[in-house]
């Protein structure tokens, strides 16, 4: 078998779930547990300054080989989903020849090509599936054994020459803690890349522009034979208000560069109600005029009913990294090019929704996420073929040892 195959079915083997409502970080115990499998390995693999902090981050330093050149760092998360079980993971090699996998031969679990149009691009690949009964942890353990393999192949002694790399294993990325302790200087990369993205060739350098509106509604209740001009219906008036947005921009009817208003949730009745609706926009002009046309509706709803009815408080959760790294666009074209040099297509395309790396980027650290090559993760059809793990990390060989090369300068 394979060295990143290998590491991947052992990687598996334990459940590193984070948990949304755990009050510890990183949220379950067994992501520090598997951090303290990877220093050991990464020692044994001879490694600088290995090491895992009290928060679980799990850094190593892998020494150039070639003087000058930028510092590039690597980025993988230790859990995984809690949206399907990641307990006792049971994968299988499918050596797949086309048509649908049947996971499950006792619970009649069946991946059906119909429905996983993907799968006619995997004819003649080996697929690392599930019984589906579990997720299966590509995301992004397959990330993980790759960087780990990569790391093994450039501390060999006949390695292509390469710049220094620092790597990094974070906990709780799926809960959206990945990056809140991580010491950004103390990393010591000029850039870095995730590698967390799904089908290979995937190259995501732009995220949404995210905020949440969470709006409070006052009524006042009479009873309603009585109410003439005098009652004010707080859960009607939340109906008003969303009646006002255009009905075309929510996330049912949007895709690619399209932003949304999405209802997240109402809860109330005539005295009370609140509602809360997520904004997002890749663009940050339109960004603003998302939360410049909920203001206004708010206005016009407190003209109509009365100020004070509707209050409405718009927190910004995130941003969009392009504009960042849209100044060092070097380290997207090394990735390109990478890519190209194994043969490999890539696919450049905007994510609906933010990255470990947009906070990163945002804070200085400009950082694009690649390709794992796994499918359908947070499912249990989630699956990889071995040759792209395999390709991953000839990628990555190629792209580290890209920086520093004759006319490839400093970032
Ligand atoms: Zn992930």
């Excluded at 334990?14 to 970080?25: A, C, G, P, Q, V």
């Excluded at 390109?336 to 297509?345: D, H, K, L, P, T």
């Excluded at 699956?383 to 000839?394: A, G, L, T």
Aim: proline content about 5%; glycine content about 10%; overall charge negative.
């Amino acid at each position: 078998m394979s060295a990143v195959l290998d590491r991947f079915l052992d990687y598996i083997q334990l459940d590193t779930t984070s948990r949304e409502e755990s009050e510890t970080y990183p949220s379950s115990p067994n992501q520090l547990e598997f951090g303290r499998r990877l220093v050991q390995e990464l020692q044994g693999l001879g490694l600088n300054q290995v090491r895992q902090d009290e928060h679980g981050y799990v850094t190593a330093i892998i020494p150039a080989t070639r003087e000058g050149g930028p510092v590039l760092g690597l980025l993988t998360h230790m859990d995984t989903s809690s949206a399907v079980s990641g307990e006792q993971i049971q994968a299988r090699l499918v050596e797949y020849m086309g048509g649908s996998i049947l996971l499950n031969e006792t619970k009649q679990i069946v991946m059906r090509s119909e429905d996983f149009p993907f799968l006619a691009d995997c004819i003649g690949k080996t697929l690392v599936v599930t019984d589906g009964t579990t997720l299966l942890g590509a995301d992004d353990k397959a990330g993980v054994a790759e960087v780990v393999t990569l790391a093994e192949r450039l501390m060999a002694p006949d390695a292509p020459p390469h710049g220094e790399v620092r790597i990094a294993f974070t906990p709780d990325e799926e809960i959206s803690g990945g990056t809140r302790y991580f010491d950004i200087p103390g990393f010591g990369a000029d850039f870095a890349y995730t590698v967390d993205g799904g089908p290979i060739g995937e190259l995501e350098y732009e995220t949404f522009n995210a905020a949440t509106a969470t709006i409070e509604i006052s009524g006042r209740s009479i009873h309603p034979g009585a109410a003439k001009g005098k009652m004010v219906n707080a859960a009607a008036v939340a109906c008003e208000l969303q009646s006002i947005l255009p009905p075309e921009e929510q996330p049912v009817f949007t895709e690619g560069h399209q932003g949304f208003y999405h209802l997240l949730s109402v809860h109330g009745e005539v005295e009370h109600c609140t509602m809360k609706i997520a904004l997002r926009e890749h663009d940050g002009e339109k960004f603003q005029a998302q939360k410049d046309r909920l203001n206004g509706i708010a206005q016009t709803l407190n003209g109509r009913w009365g100020e004070g009815t509707v209050s409405m408080t718009i927190r910004d959760q995130y941003y969009n990294m392009r504009p960042v790294i849209e100044k060092h666009m070097e380290v997207v074209d090394q990735a390109v090019s990478a890519f190209r040099a194994c043969g490999i297509e890539p696919h450049i395309q905007p994510v609906r929704g933010g990255t470990d790396g947009a906070r990163l980027s945002l804070a200085g650290l400009p950082c694009p996420n690649l390709s794992t090559g796994g499918y359908n993760f947070h499912s249990r059809f989630e699956c990889i073929p071995v040759e792209s793990m395999e390709c991953m990390v000839d990628v990555l060989t190629k792209l580290v040892c890209s920086f520093g090369e004759e006319g490839v300068s400093h970032v």
